[in-house]
């Protein structure tokens, strides 16, 4: 099937300190209507790998190396105003906290139609009636395009932020961690709500996370990363069932079994010292 997503060789370091490799020679691809999901501790470079592929990069930061290549048009080097009609139009993103991603002094409505306004010109009551009916799409009644963020719910938020992320009809969505700040029963809510999504409207999906519950459930493929690296890649299943990492193993014994008899077992890193040792 042909690659919709092509990440080759991509490398981000601090600008003061380019011999500090944050991310280091990433490389995975992505199809057309699949997920992808990028798993790995805080601080294991899977936020910044997304970021990198909406150029959303912090000034502290930059691309030293690097591919990105989407829908066969590499995104580097691309103008500032040349990826803001990348963002929100091809690219959804949905970030990780509900709470702080929305503006407290604009209505949701308001803040949902801006992306319809910038990419499609909407206005008036086709912008009113887009509005409702995305609204509706992620399960939130049309008349609550009238409320603020601070009159809704985490999940009702976070369900916002995602009929922001597909108003467009995007080709991919990267969802960095978007379930983390929610309850366990509202994030099952939220990922078959998006994997529905995904399946009407033939997204691909880069889905970043810690949780290989999340993985299990959802991905098709997977890629896991620890310390700006990615160790260990592939189908989902083959992952699972057989993985070859010791990181991939440590972080799958931290899964909890369903019935809650298991031990949970922290992250055991004799293999990075033994490794380091050798």
Excluded at 52 to 60: E, I, K, N, P
Excluded at 107 to 136: C, D, F, N, P, R
Excluded at 142 to 170: F, H, K, T, W
Excluded at 249 to 264: S, T
Aim: glycine share 8%; proline share 5%; hydrophobic share 40%.
């Amino acid at each position: 099937m042909t690659e919709l997503l092509r990440i080759e060789g991509l490398t981000v370091t601090p600008v003061n300190e380019p011999e500090k490799r944050l991310v280091s020679n990433v490389s995975f691809t992505l199809e057309p209507g699949k997920t992808t999901c990028v798993v790995g501790e805080s601080g294991s470079g899977k936020s910044l790998t997304a970021l990198s592929v909406m150029g959303l990069l912090s000034t502290q930061l930059k691309l030293a190396q690097g591919k990105v290549i989407f829908q066969g048009q590499d995104l580097v080097g691309l103008s500032n105003d040349q990826m803001r009609k990348v963002r929100g139009g091809r690219i959804g993103m949905i970030f990780q906290e509900p709470m702080t991603s929305l503006n407290p002094v604009l209505t949701v409505g308001k803040q949902i139609g801006e992306t319809l306004v910038v990419h499609q010109g909407l206005k008036g009551e086709a912008l009113k009636s887009k509005v409702a009916a995305l609204l509706e799409q992620v399960g939130i009644p049309a008349n609550r395009a009238n409320s603020y963020p601070d009159e809704l719910s985490g999940g009702q938020r976070q369900r916002v932020m995602i009929a922001m992320s597909i108003a467009c009809e995007p080709a991919m969505l990267i969802a960095d961690e978007p379930t983390t700040a929610l309850d366990v029963t509202v994030q099952a809510q939220i990922l078959k709500l998006l994997d529905e999504l995904k399946t009407r409207m033939n997204m691909a999906m880069l889905f970043i996370t810690h949780d290989f519950g999340v993985v299990a459930d959802i991905a098709d493929n997977v890629v896991v990363m620890f310390r700006g690296e990615i160790v260990e890649s592939g189908p989902v299943a083959e992952v699972l069932s057989n993985p070859k990492h010791p990181y991939t193993q440590a972080l799958l014994a931290c899964v909890p079994d369903a019935e809650g008899k298991k031990p949970l077992k922290p992250i055991d890193y004799a293999w990075l010292r033994e490794g380091a040792a050798a």
